[in-house]
C-alpha cells in the first residue's frame, strides 16, 4: 500500500513538474511572438514611413497639438479603457474555450508588438530622440503592468484550449486531473484580470499626466 502510494505522488510530481516545464516553453514563445510582432511594426514603419508616417498624419503636430491642453474626463477614459482592455482580456478567455484559444494568445501577442513597434518607430522617425520620450510617454508606466498581465493571461488560455481539446498538450489525462487544470488556470485568469484592471487605473489616471507634460516639449 505505502509503495502503491508513494508510487502515485512520484507520477503527480511529475506531471506537475511536466505541466511547470510547458507552461514556461509557452510562456517564452509568447513572449518571441511578441518580440517578433514588435521588430516587425518596427520595420514595417520604416520601410513604408512614406504612407504609413507622413501622408497619413500618424503623430503629426495637428494630432498632437490639442492633447497638451486637453483635459479629460477622468471617469469616462477609465470606462474606455476598461471596455478595450477587459474587453480584449474577457475575448480572450472565452475564444480560450474554443478550438480557437491558442491560435488567438498568439496573434493577441503579436498584434501587441506590431502595435508598440509601430508607435515607437514612427516617434523616433518623425521626432527623433525627442521621439523616444514621446513613446515612453504613450506607453508608461501602464505598460508594465499590462504587458506581463496579458502574457500571463494568453499562456494560461492557450493551456486551457489545450487541456480542454488536445488533453493538456501531450498524452491522456484522467477527467479528474482534466478537471483540477482547467480549475487551476481559471483562477489564474482571474487573478490576470485583477491586474489588467490595475494597469486600466494607471492608464486613466497617470499616464495623462506624464503624456501632458512630455508634450509640452513639442
Known amino acids: 500500500m505505502a509503495i502503491h502510494l508513494l508510487k502515485h505522488k512520484t507520477a503527480e510530481s511529475g ?9 514556461g516553453e509557452q510562456m517564452a514563445k509568447l513572449l518571441y511572438t511578441l518580440l517578433f510582432g514588435f521588430f516587425a511594426g518596427i520595420l514595417g514603419m520604416i520601410l ?5 508616417l507622413y501622408n497619413t498624419g ?23 479603457i476598461f471596455m478595450q482592455r477587459l474587453g480584449a482580456a474577457v475575448l480572450l478567455i472565452i475564444l480560450a474555450t474554443t478550438y480557437l484559444g491558442s491560435v488567438t494568445a498568439y496573434l493577441y501577442q503579436f498584434w501587441s508588438g506590431l502595435a508598440i513597434g509601430i508607435l515607437s518607430a514612427g516617434s523616433v522617425l518623425r521626432y527623433g530622440a525627442k521621439g523616444i520620450l514621446l513613446a515612453a510617454g504613450s506607453l508608461f508606466p501602464q505598460q508594465l503592468i499590462l504587458i506581463p498581465a496579458f502574457l500571463i493571461l494568453s499562456a494560461k488560455c492557450s493551456g486551457l484550449c489545450r487541456t480542454m481539446y488536445f488533453q493538456g498538450g501531450s498524452g491522456r489525462v484522467s477527467g479528474g486531473e482534466k478537471a483540477g487544470l482547467i480549475l487551476r488556470r481559471a483562477l489564474n485568469m482571474i487573478t490576470c484580470v485583477m491586474i489588467i484592471a490595475a494597469g486600466c487605473f494607471l492608464e486613466a489616471y497617470i499616464n495623462p499626466r506624464i503624456l501632458k507634460a512630455i508634450l509640452q516639449l513639442f
Open 48 to 52: 513604408k514611413k512614406e504612407s504609413l
Open 15 to 23: 506531471i506537475s513538474v511536466f505541466r511547470e516545464t510547458e507552461e
Open 58 to 80: 500618424f503623430l503629426d503636430s495637428y494630432t498632437l497639438g490639442p492633447v497638451k491642453y486637453l483635459q479629460p474626463d477622468t471617469g469616462k477614459l477609465l470606462v474606455t
